[in-house]
């Protein structure tokens, strides 16, 4: 179960966010209460963001148990906008625009505009619209105007919506807008995550801190070193052995720190690439593991390139974080403090001095992380531009070459070559800049060290630490401030490797708590083999729920019937197709099996029975033996060769030099649609199902090979229940039944001939444009 | 069992053919022969792998000469020795396939990988292009199709010496 991000509102599976409908105010209530009559009840108040006819502002709708009023702000003082008495309203009606909807009261009389929104408070009114449907005196639920498809289909091309917390610019592909994300959950998830790491962590996190170690402690044996080792105040042989054997005893430490520190930075490296790696194949794996058991639904929303940039480029900043950005800030926390302590012991004044750059090193590095991330975003804009380019241009060489346009199309890549060039020239400049002025403020360090120090060393009357500092203090000095100033600078870099992370695994995240929305009911049954009767009853159903593509729609296919769907595009014919299939689920009526609804059954079960045949036939990476038998891999050569004879493709199949074994799919041999079509047609022949989906390709092949696909169908659907969304006048012919669909209705049903009888027949109508149109191509030639 | 009914046989049907029921013979100018039972007989035939890289004994698919199937064999094994040593000729003429013995050296240069090889046909370079005619089989063997569409066949990697392994390894 995907925790709740606390503070966001829980979204719908589906398409939009439903922002927060923002109910009017106590003050607000008592301004316009003047304007209310004795005994008038308020039943309904809203707030819309703008103000007819066409500004942005403020307007209220009222809802009372008498009228239905809208205010506006005038002055201080509200005004009344717009009334309607309730008994005068036949229905309430909503007009959509891009952008804004406007609400109007239908009256005998005509129509009174009321309010106009904006998107972000669709829902809202959405909600307003049908209470006040409720309210009238002939309640009925009126639909909606005919920009019903149109406007799904804008719904769901949109690339941002708004945040349900706080109705800003949200992307598409999140939950909740940036502002709102709760940062520090987030990054509570990662750190939990970490946790199955924890032995490896704790290992590499042990080396490391040796090896930090290894990196400060010579800095003190030097002092050692210069102060007692190398210093003689008297000479003299007895004095000189126990000075040489100090000298050994110190340069043998120090030799061991550093053979040491070699090893074990060797092994520390390889354990943390390695669990690094590691860390980065979990997360793939979960997301893939999550991502099979998305329904289509989440699929239509997102693109492909979009998910496999999830699965591969977040998961390696997710790593980076929780392996390496973990450890290294406790890491140079501590660093930084045993540093300071030991330096401060040693000797405060000069300590001091060392580390005053310190603070201005923080805000030099803290200023230019800031700039160069918006060169460098700046940057990586120009460039995927001039990718873009590319990627347009190249496949189309032939029309620029057609249309002699390579001068136009040079110059404007010459452009966008030139803007990436500058782009990254100002990123080096910028970086240039600061990489010096950082290094010249460190070195400040450094002469404060020598300077002063060196005068504190002279002025040490006795040369011995401790009566001042002395020669082998200034060295150590010196060593650990080299120590000292690369993890201040990781330290303030922080926060944007935090800030990275936290994206990254927003995205991750998001993808790992979205609920797969088709999900077998528990209790859900085996579905047995069927008999192939399909009934869909009073069935509705909208990608988006607003929004219905098909309305009430009731029909019942026997056994073995071929049913043709046909109408205009958008009628509802695809939509049908995929209730069938249960790629999603009606949002009101049943869809029935064999008198059992698909619901209590299992997904497996039910899909195992069904066989689909589509528009574009995909192709996976693979022989062709492996894509006929896709559906069912253990099939013997036989099944398989039986399966593309029946489709007209073993012909064709065993003129490829590999034959079977020929691969095709993304980098392998191409297929011609027609060869494609037939490939997919014998993997249907193969999985022989009860119930076969045929979504007939548009694209035109030439007359042959139309024969054989023809020929290819008419094996596949012989003795099947078969939907097929018919372009072929032919497939039509065959039809047991028609069934019509228009704007989401059932409009007529029936066969060929019963259909093309009535005059003023949807069915008809097509027909004849269709016939009007092969005529013209006939006279033609 | 297959029953001998061309006429009844619709055109979208397998015809499976049962190896002890054939006979396949070259006639004077090499060209082969089919006799099915003691009815069919057709001439010139010929025959076409289904699965020519991971079955080539299995599923040969024969054809008359206006490239109609007559009908598929199951399996090579299960035909008489004279029919089966014919049908392997013909196939052996027109399937060119050479057995890797030792891979020499692997070059890459504007796209075109040169392979110079020891084969059990003799020695030689064939050019490959693109990754994609270097195609690993499941069980482990690697196929090369040269572009003249030759093919040439690297076992499984303890069949080769120390040398010829690593050259593979950089180029799979």
Redesign the interface.
Known sequence: MPEEIPGCAATPAVGAAEPQPVQLTDAVIQEIAPFLESGEEVRLGLEADMVLPASFGTSWLIATDRRICVFVQNCKAPVVQAEVPLRNTISIRRRDGLGSSVLEAHTPEGAVPLVRYTEARAGAFDAAREQLLRMLPEAGAEEDDDSGGDHAERQMRKKTLPCPKCAGPMPRWMNVCPECVDRRQLLVRLVQRARRYSKPIVLTFVLTAFLRFCAIYPAVLQQELVDRALKLNVRGPEILQVHYRMLWQIVFVLALIRVASSVVGAIQQFLMTSLGERVTNDFRMDIYTHLQKLGVNYYDQKETGWIMDRVTGDTSTLQTFMTDTLQKTVLNGVTLLVIAVVMFSANPLLATIALLPAPFVCLISASFMKKTHKIWHWAWRRRSRMFALLSNVLPGVRVVKAFVQEDREHERFRRQSEEYMNARVSAARAFAGFSRSTNFVMSLSTLGIWGYGGYLVLRNPTGRPEDGVTIGILVMFIALVAQFYSPLQELTNMSQQVQQAATSGQRVFEVLDTEPDMKDAPGALELEQIEGKVELRGVSFGYDERRPVLRNVSFVVQPGEMIGLVGPSGAGKSTTVNLICRFYDATSGQVLIDGRDVRDVSLKSLRNQIGIVLQEPFLFHG?I?DNIAYGCPDAP??RI??AA??A?A??F??RF?????T?VGE??TRLSGGERQRISIARAILKDPRILILDEATSSVDTETEALIR??ID?LVHGRTTFAIAHRFSTLQHANRLIVLEKGKLVEEGTHEELLSKPDGVFRRLCDVQKQLSDVVAVGG | MDAVDTGNRSKGDLRLLEPRNLRLRTDAYGRMHLEIGIEERYGPVRAVRCLPLTKPDRFISLQDEEGEEIGIIPEVSQLDGESRRVLEDDLALYYLKARVTAIRKVETKNGIITWELETDLGPKTAHVRDRQNIRPMPDGRIILTDIHDARYEIPVGDALDERSRDWLMIEI
Do not use: S
Not at chain 1, 657 to 661: I, L
């Open positions: 022989t033996a050569m036989e060769v039986r004879k029946a007209n073993h012909d199949v065993l030099p590999d034959g079977y074994d691969m980098r392998g020929e290819a094996r």
